[in-house]
């Protein structure tokens, strides 16, 4: 089973820029998919975002497309996503998952980190 560790949250400006990391380890991690999932108060757990560890295809939610980018890096076994142009409705709790599957279904992540805080001012 993989293990999963975000950091790099905290409060940013509206319009500013943010990067969470999320360190995995296991010793298959390269086989599995990283997602990054999001919690505001009172609402229901979001997909943001997936990679492929093996192939590097990835997937974003709709409401991320074109400000928010996830990359990796196999020797270092990180993931990061990238957050620009962000804004207040980006407020919550990011949590770091990894799967089987590059899909935006929640039940699909099996390993969860313990989030990470992203407060945007306006």
């Known amino acids: 089973q993989v293990r999963v560790v975000e950091s790099g949250g905290g409060l940013v400006q509206a319009g500013g820029s943010l990067r969470l990391s999320c360190a995995a380890s296991?010793?298959?991690?390269?086989?599995?998919?990283m997602g990054w999932f999001r919690q505001a108060p009172g609402k229901e757990r979001e997909f943001v975002g997936g990679i492929s560890r093996s192939s590097g295809r990835t997937m974003y939610g709709d409401s991320v497309k074109g400000r928010f980018a996830i990359s990796g890096d196999n020797a270092k076994n990180m993931v990061y996503l990238q957050m620009n142009s962000l804004k207040p409705e980006d407020t919550a709790v990011y949590y770091c998952?990894?799967?089987?599957?590059?899909?935006?279904?929640?039940?699909?992540?099996?390993?969860w980190g313990q989030g990470t805080q992203v407060t945007v001012s306006s």
């Open positions: 998952a990894a799967g089987g599957l590059l899909t935006k279904i929640e039940r699909a992540f099996t390993s």
């Open positions: 296991g010793d298959t991690f390269n086989r599995y998919v």
